[in-house]
């Protein structure tokens, strides 16, 4: 069981938004950035968000991320079948100085 | 481009050792912090292990502490992991990732400890 707590999975339909949520603790989450990754079946992770809601490069707009309290979510708008991926939030625990992830939201486009 | 190639997976019996390198193009890897993670089949990211730019402070997931250890060697840009006393839950893939704000992975290499 992971210290980051996400939803197993979500769904939606092309077009439409989805949120997935990643939850914490003020060690981690509440003193700490926060990025998002999506992994495309059979792929290495990739850098979807970086410090909160910075986007590298590249990701479209339709990918936003934010942060409040203990707290992360990242949203994805007018879905496409192509988003369909697990996605992972990690962060640092200062507390315990180790890296932490998420235990993965598999987003399926319906 | 950044990139990073990972090599040295492979099959190893329980008890054995393996050693793991990646191979950092694109960027200035001396001045970046570097982590393995890895991916069980399956299953979802675990961090490993994570090293300074400077590699004077490393940090490593309690269920590998003590037998694996990280290292970099920032003239030849390589960071390696040296796993020993692997066992059949070390069975992954994994990955080299560029830390820093945002990280930038590698695309992997698969270690199987089976007998």
């Known amino acids: 069981q992971s210290v980051l707590t996400q939803p197993p999975s979500v769904s939606a339909a092309p077009g439409q938004k989805v949120t997935i949520s990643c939850s914490g603790s003020s060690s981690n989450i509440g003193n700490n950035y926060v990025s998002w990754y999506q992994q495309l079946p059979g792929t290495a992770p990739k850098l979807l968000i970086y410090d909160n809601n910075k986007r590298p490069s590249g990701i479209p707009d339709r990918f936003s991320g934010s942060k409040s309290g203990t707290s992360a979510t990242l949203v994805i708008t007018g879905l496409q079948t192509g988003d369909e991926a697990d996605y992972y939030c990690g962060t640092w625990d200062s507390g315990l100085s180790v890296v932490l992830f998420g235990g993965g939201t598999k987003l399926t486009v319906l | 481009e950044v990139q990073l190639v990972e090599s040295g997976g492979g099959l190893v019996q329980p008890g054995g050792s393996l050693r793991l390198s990646c191979a950092a193009s694109?960027?200035?890897?001396?001045?970046?912090?570097m982590n393995w993670v890895r991916q069980a089949p399956g299953k979802g990211l675990e961090w490993v292990s994570y090293i300074s730019s400077g590699g004077s402070t490393r940090y490593y997931a309690d269920s590998v502490k003590g037998r694996f250890t990280i290292s970099r060697d920032n003239a030849k840009n390589s960071l390696y992991l040296q796993m020993n006393s692997l066992r059949a839950e070390d069975t992954a893939i994994y990955y080299c990732?560029?830390?820093?704000?945002?990280?930038?992975w590698g695309q992997g290499t698969l270690v199987i400890v089976s007998s």
């Open positions: 990732a560029r830390g820093g704000s945002g990280w930038y």
């Open positions: 694109g960027f200035t890897f001396n001045n970046y912090e």
